[in-house]
């Protein structure tokens, strides 16, 4: 089956503008991450949606990124008033219903900011 | 705190020349141990999961094994194609990490023929 899409796959941008990625994930998969990766680190996680509950954004680095997730499925990250150091690879994966199982990841948007 | 490190940073080897990767980490309460496999341009693609100290798993000429303290991937007479980043991350029982999974920052492999 489809595996979990993301768009636009490259997104390039000026300072200070707002953008929006969006991911798809696999069909039945209540679960959706958002993590980022910077050139030469590790992934580091943003944000987790499981079902109804409330996310846990614990990871999101400023009050510039939010999330949502409509109708349990897709889900958009925004960041407002991009810095440079937003610059890297956003990276969603989803799972099964609860934290206990394998993620399966996208291939990622990546942001260039100007 | 949670940490993951991950060694050596790049790997060169030649075709059929076997090694090790490592992945030590600090965990409050290990929930499960991932190593993923990660392509230029493409997103982690998962390879095993382990639980527990002594747990091993294998694909294909790919062995993780796991202790308490850190994990080793076992590439046994490697090909060109297994050229990627090998990235291991954990996931612990620490309620705020449960739902999260910490990465190193990844090994390069790189098998010539």
């Known amino acids: 089956g489809a595996g979990v899409s993301q768009s636009p796959s490259n997104k390039v941008t000026e300072k200070g503008k707002d953008v929006e990625l969006r991911c798809d994930p696999i069909?039945?998969?209540?679960?959706l991450y958002w993590y980022r990766q910077s050139l030469g680190q590790g992934l580091e996680f943003l944000i987790y949606f499981q079902g109804n509950s409330a996310p846990d954004k614990s990871g999101l680095p400023s009050d510039r990124f939010s999330a949502e997730r409509t109708g349990g499925s897709v889900s958009t990250l925004t960041i407002q008033r991009t810095q440079q150091e937003d610059s890297a690879v956003y990276l969603c994966?989803?799972?099964?219903?609860?934290?206990?199982?394998?993620?399966?990841f996208g291939p990622g948007t990546r942001l260039t900011v100007l | 705190e949670d940490q993951v490190t991950q060694s050596p940073e790049a790997l060169r080897l030649q075709e059929g020349e076997s090694s090790s990767l490592n992945c030590s980490y600090t965990v409050s309460g290990l929930r499960g141990l991932f190593w993923y496999r990660q392509d230029p341009g493409k997103g982690p693609e998962f390879l095993f999961t382990l639980y527990s100290a002594g747990e091993e798993k294998e694909k294909e000429r790919l062995k993780a094994t796991l202790t308490k303290k850190e994990s080793f991937l076992h590439i046994t007479a490697p090909k060109p194609e297994d050229s990627a980043t090998y990235l291991c991350?954990?996931?612990?029982?620490?309620?705020?990490?449960?739902?999260?999974?910490?990465f190193g920052a990844g090994t390069r492999l790189a098998v010539h023929p």
């Open positions: 069909s039945g998969h209540t679960a």
């Open positions: 991350a954990v996931r612990s029982s620490f309620s705020g990490g449960y739902n999260k999974l910490i």
């Open positions: 994966a989803s799972s099964l219903a609860g934290a206990g199982n394998e993620q399966f």
